[in-house]
């Protein structure tokens, strides 16, 4: 499983799980609420009701006739108030008075209700007739929790002395109605944030993640070979670890690149060291003056090649360590290849061979690395052309990019070559049957267009000749 979807779903269960816990602990609590609203008012109107009483109460009795009809004829009175989705029609309050043994003296449901039972065992009368505050919550059916009705008592005082008890009752049905009105839109909510939490838990595990992909790509590519520069990886953690990876690149390309320059440069010094060593032993047997002029050319020559090739070898070593251009600026191909031409031109014309060029572009670069990388691909071309031949570049620019074509009528590049022509010291024989060249021109045109974000790539030409294609 990747770490993205890892991360994603280890946020997503903890949401869900948290989400959910607090959705149901909101709506069990929710009800608890509600019940403790209601209650507040009840203790409200029994004290009301408590007061209103005690201003008639007499030694004899605590409940008057005139309030006792006046709470007779509420419980008839009809009217229509709607409350959100609740229509009101009528007052649901019961009202009973216990005197102060607990007995029930009146009671406002219909036909008396309980009128002359007696109530002292009832939490809302015992405990008020003991001066504490008194309530109970009493279900009609014990398993049904929506068939409760909340009690709630206040005492009636006489001459300093409770009297007896006044209770208000109310059934928690319009409760039960806001909470299912309620609890539709608590869920909405909820899924609503479970979705923005999802989202959140998603975008976080892309933010997370795609350092890491990028980090992961980058190792790819150095594994592959390639010198890719180190990704944006933002400033967390992982940033540091991307540095890291660049610092043991660094660290291990530059061991391997001592060690390969080494056996190239061993390998390539070999084979003239064993022919000076060869002449110089001729040479030390005194041989006749046209064999000994001879063998001494045969030293110069290789010596020279010794030369040439570590003074490649140099300037290719030094722009594989390079990371970026110094002092770029904007140069324009045309002009700068034809100085390239016109430097080529005593060996050219001694061929018979012509250039030309068509078009025009414009790139930001390293002046002397783009002429020494066009110098190698024109003399390359020339090495390769028949007398008497001509040597074409076409420049152009096209969708954001320029265009460079060098094409020869030589005789191609075979088959089993075009995947090692830019190989370090890989080189092919001339037509003509001259020294093969050091094998160092192609690789140093690949590193120099690499610095300038630009590729090189040979091409067989479709009726003769090859095409070295540059793309900025």
């Not at 291990?252 to 064993?274: D, F, I, N």
């Not at 670069?365 to 007398?387: H, K, Q, V």
Request: proline share 4%; glycine share 8%; charged share 25%.
């Amino acid at each position: 499983m990747r770490l993205r979807t890892r991360v994603f779903l280890a946020i997503f269960v903890l949401t869900a799980a948290g989400g959910a816990f607090f959705l149901r602990w909101i709506l069990d609590d929710l009800r608890t609420r509600y019940l403790e609203a209601v209650e507040e008012n009840l203790v409200d109107t029994a004290n009301l009701l408590a007061s209103l009483l005690e201003s008639t109460a007499t030694s004899e009795a605590v409940v008057s006739d005139g309030i006792s009809r006046g709470l007779e004829a509420v419980k008839n009175r009809r009217f229509e108030a709607r409350i959100y989705q609740l229509v009101k029609t009528g007052v649901d309050l019961r009202v009973y008075v216990a005197d102060s043994a607990g007995i029930v003296v009146f009671d406002s449901r219909a036909g008396g209700g309980d009128l002359g039972k007696d109530y002292s065992g009832w939490l809302d009368v015992s405990r008020t007739l003991a001066g504490a505050y008194g309530a109970r919550t009493t279900r009609r059916d014990p398993e049904d929790e929506s068939s409760s009705t909340l009690f709630v008592s206040a005492p009636i005082r006489f001459d300093g002395r409770v009297a007896g008890v006044v209770t208000v009752a109310k059934p928690t049905r319009s409760v039960n109605l806001f909470l299912e009105m309620a609890r539709p839109k608590i869920a909405f909510a909820a899924i609503l944030a479970g979705l923005a939490m999802t989202l959140a838990a998603w975008l976080l595990s892309l933010w997370l993640s795609r350092p890491l992909q990028r980090l992961a790509l980058y190792a790819r590519q150095v594994r592959d070979g390639a010198s890719p520069p180190l990704p944006d990886l933002g400033a967390s953690e992982v940033r540091e670890l991307g540095k890291a990876f660049e610092e043991m690149k660094i660290a291990l390309e530059g061991r391997a690149y001592v060690e390969t320059y080494v056996q190239s440069l061993t390998h390539e010094l070999k084979s003239p060291l064993t022919a000076i060593q060869a002449a110089s032993e001729i040479l030390s047997e005194d041989p006749p003056e046209s064999v000994r002029a001879r063998f001494v050319e045969n030293i110069r020559g290789e010596t020279s090649r010794m030369r040439d090739t570590v003074d490649h070898l140099l300037e290719l070593a030094a722009l594989e360590t390079r990371t970026g251009l110094r002092n770029p600026e904007a140069i324009d191909l045309a002009s700068l290849l034809a100085s390239q031409c016109r430097a080529l031109e005593p060996l050219a014309g001694r061929r018979g061979i012509s250039f030309s060029i068509v078009g025009a572009a414009t790139v930001l670069g390293e002046r002397f690395l783009l002429e020494r990388a066009f110098r190698n691909l024109l003399a390359n071309a020339l090495d390769f052309s028949p007398d008497g031949s001509s040597i074409d570049a076409t420049l152009r620019t096209e969708s954001g990019r320029a265009w460079v074509e060098i094409r020869d009528r030589g005789p191609g590049i075979p088959d089993f070559a075009k995947d090692k022509v830019f190989e370090r010291f890989y080189s092919l024989a001339r037509p003509d049957g001259s020294r093969r060249g050091s094998g160092l021109g192609l690789p140093f045109v690949r590193e120099a267009l690499r610095l300038h974000g630009g590729s090189v790539e040979l091409l067989a030409a479709p009726d003769g000749g090859t095409v070295a294609r540059v793309v900025f």
